[in-house]
């Protein structure tokens, strides 16, 4: 009974003969219906310049840049990042770089100081910090130990017996089946 009048007050809002129920009923449909997607209005806006790049989430930058260490010569130095595929492929980079001196770009991420450790990058990254110790070289598990020599079998003498006894051996099925062939 109560579907039935579910239905028929929907038929009635569809129809337009209870206007102001209808919006309470669907509020979030006016919003389509302001911004309807097929409109002939609706124009393509071109993005500005950078514009294609629109959030940049610092989990997101974490995972993609890996920071491996800092190459110095004289007073220069260089961070040496290494970029993700995917990023690569988001960022529409095209070159294979490896190292990044101060002031310069990785797609939106600009190097603002490459300080001992640690590069912090600018621009619409927003001061996100790539670590050595975040590295993901340095979260790896430890390597497991050598077995110690306590749990190693030692290996017996050759002139000493086996002390499990004697070899046993085993009857062989086809031998009924080799001594009828020959």
Known sequence: MVS??????????????WGSP?????PE????????????????????EGGAIQDVRQEEIKRGLTFRGIFRHGDE??????????????????EDRKFFAEGEKIGPCEIKKIARGE???????????????E?????????????SKKSVPKKSPPSQKNPSGPKKTFPNPFKKLLQKQQ
Do not use: D, H, Q
């Open 119 to 133: 590069v912090v990058l600018g621009g619409k990254c927003k001061n996100i910090t790539l670590t050595l110790s």
């Open 77 to 94: 130095k260089w961070a040496v990042i290494e970029i993700r595929p995917y990023l690569k492929r988001k960022w529409e980079l095209e």
């Open 29 to 48: 449909f006016e919003v389509v219906v302001e911004k309807n997607v097929f409109s002939p209005e609706r124009r393509y806006v071109p993005p500005e």
């Open 135 to 147: 590295s993901p070289e340095r979260k790896r598990p430890a390597p497991k130990r050598s077995i």
């Open 4 to 17: 039935y009048l579910f239905k028929i007050l929907i038929l009635l809002c569809f129809l337009g003969f």
């Open 22 to 26: 209808c919006r309470a009923l669907a």
